[in-house]
C-alpha cells in the first residue's frame, strides 16, 4: 500500500528537492548580514552591561536553570569572554553581510548567539528566537554563490531545502499568532489594537485611536496573518502577499517600540522569492551599479574632450 | 517504481545519507514546530523535544498583543547624595544614540512589574544602577497612565507607585 501517490510524491520532491542557484540565498545573505551586523553593535555597546562579570543580571543567579550550561559565560563569567562573544558576532556578521566564509559566519552567529541569550534571558523577544533559528538554517544555504566577495563558492550541488524550512517557519509564524488572536473575543471584534497602541510600554506614540481605523487595522492584520501563508506560495500572488509584509512589518517598526521582529521578518522574506525571481532583483541591482559607472565613465570622458579641447 | 524509489536509487551512498539526515531534521523540526505551540502538547513533548526547542532554541512561541500589554512603564529612581534624582525608564526614547544602546532595556526592565521577579533579581538590578550612576539609594517606580475604556472614559486613573528601595551602601 502506498501512503503518498505518485502525484504527491513528485510534489513533494520538486519543492524539498529542486536545485538552487543560490540567488535568493545571496540576497538574504546580504540582509541578513546588514541586520546581524546592526545588532552585533548593539551587542557590542552592551557587553559589560548584559554580559559581563558584573552585568544588570549576575551569572550566579542563572546557575541551575534549564540550559544555562549551553553558556559559558554563565559558568564562567569574564570580561574578556563577554568581549570574545560580542565581538566574534560582529566579526562573522561583517563576514556574512560581504560573503566571505558565509557559511561559517552563520555557525558562529548561531553559537554566539545562542550562548548570549542563555547568559542574559530577560532581553531576548521572539525576534531573537527567529533571528537565531534562521542562522541555523542558513548554515545549510548555497550563501556564497551570489554577490559574493569571495567570488561564488563553487561546486554547490544542493537543494531548496533549507529555503523550504525557512519559508515553513515563518508562515507558521503567521499562522499561529492568527490562531491565538483568533481565539481572543477583542481580536475578533476589532478592538485589540486600541489596547496595543495606548502602552506607553509598546507604542511608539502612545494613544487611544478609536472607532472604525482600529477596527480596520485589527481586522487587517488578522486578514494578513491568515492570507500570506497562503498567498505567498502563488507565483502570481507572491509579489503582492510580500509587498503587503513589507508595508505590515514597516507600519509595526515606525509605530511599536520592538527590535528585532520586524526586520527579521522582512529579511527572511528573500527566500520566498524563486531563482528566476532573484535573479531579476539582482540584475537590477547589478543593473543599476553598472549605469552609474557608465554614467561616471560618461562623465570623465567628456571632461577630459572638453580640457582637451583649445581655448 | 514509485518517484521516491526512483530518485532513491539515482543517489551516490553519500547523498543518500545527506537526504536521510535532511528528512529526519525537516520531520523532527516541523513536528517540534507544531507541537511547540500549544500549551498542552509543549508539556507533554517538553521531555523530547526540551533540548531542541528550548536548549538550542529552535521553537518559536507567537501570538504577542494576543492579550492587551501592559500599559505599566517600570522606572528605575535613582537618588544621589545631592538629593537630585535620575530616571532609567523602560522605553528607549530621545536621541538616536539612547534609542540604540538601550533597545534591549525595556524587555529586561519590564519584567520587575512582577513581585516574583523583583524579588529575585531586584535587588541586584537596583545595586547596578547605583554603581552606574552613583546613588545613595534606588528604588523601582511603577508610572501607569489614565486607561479610557471603548467609550473613551476613564476607566483607571493614572498612578504612580514606589515599590521596592534598596540603599546603595
Known sequence: ?311 | VSPFAEAWGGLSRRRRIVVALGVALSVWHLGTMLTYGNDRSREVTAPVTGFYVDGLRAGILWGMFVRAPSHTDVLVQVERADGSTVDVSSVARGSFATRFVDARLRKLQERFNEPGWREWLGPSYLAWWCRALGGVEAAFRLDTPELLDDAGRVATPASREVVQRASCR
Open chain 1, 1 to 311: 500500500m502506498r501512503i503518498l501517490s505518485d502525484e504527491t510524491q513528485r510534489d513533494l520532491l520538486g519543492f524539498f528537492g529542486a536545485e538552487s542557484r543560490g540567488a535568493a540565498a545571496a540576497l538574504f545573505r546580504v540582509g541578513y548580514g546588514l541586520l546581524a551586523t546592526w545588532t552585533a553593535l548593539q551587542a557590542v555597546v552592551n557587553t559589560s552591561r548584559y554580559w559581563g562579570p558584573d552585568a544588570m543580571v549576575p551569572a550566579a543567579a542563572l546557575v541551575g536553570k534549564p540550559w544555562a550550561w549551553l553558556s559559558p559565560l554563565v559558568g564562567w563569567p569574564s570580561a574578556w569572554l563577554a568581549w570574545a562573544h560580542t565581538l566574534g558576532f560582529l566579526a562573522a556578521a561583517v563576514a556574512l553581510t560581504v560573503g566571505v566564509v558565509p557559511r561559517m559566519a552563520a555557525v558562529v552567529i548561531y553559537l554566539a548567539n545562542l550562548s548570549l541569550q542563555h547568559r542574559n534571558p530577560l532581553t531576548v523577544n521572539g525576534g531573537d528566537r527567529l533571528f537565531l533559528v534562521l542562522a541555523a538554517f542558513a548554515v545549510f544555504l548555497p550563501l556564497g554563490r551570489r554577490l559574493s566577495l569571495a567570488g561564488g563558492g563553487s561546486g554547490w550541488k544542493g537543494t531548496v531545502w533549507a529555503q523550504r524550512m525557512v519559508q515553513l517557519q515563518v508562515v507558521y509564524v503567521y499562522l499561529e499568532s492568527a490562531a491565538k488572536k483568533l481565539s481572543e473575543p477583542r481580536w475578533r471584534s476589532g478592538w485589540a489594537l486600541r489596547d496595543v497602541l495606548a502602552s506607553p510600554v509598546y507604542a511608539e506614540w502612545p494613544s487611544w485611536v478609536g472607532g472604525p481605523l482600529v477596527q480596520v487595522l485589527t481586522w487587517g492584520t488578522l486578514a494578513f496573518e491568515v492570507g500570506f501563508p497562503f498567498l505567498v506560495f502563488s507565483k502570481r500572488w507572491r509579489p503582492w502577499a510580500l509587498g503587503a509584509g513589507v508595508l505590515f512589518h514597516v507600519g509595526i517598526h515606525a509605530v511599536m517600540l520592538l527590535p528585532m521582529f520586524s526586520a527579521v521578518m522582512i529579511v527572511s522574506y528573500a527566500l520566498f522569492l524563486d531563482e528566476e525571481e532573484a535573479e531579476r532583483i539582482i540584475r537590477w541591482l547589478r543593473g543599476g551599479r553598472g549605469r552609474s559607472a557608465r554614467g561616471r565613465t560618461r562623465r570623465r570622458r567628456s571632461a577630459s574632450a572638453i580640457a582637451a579641447t583649445p581655448p
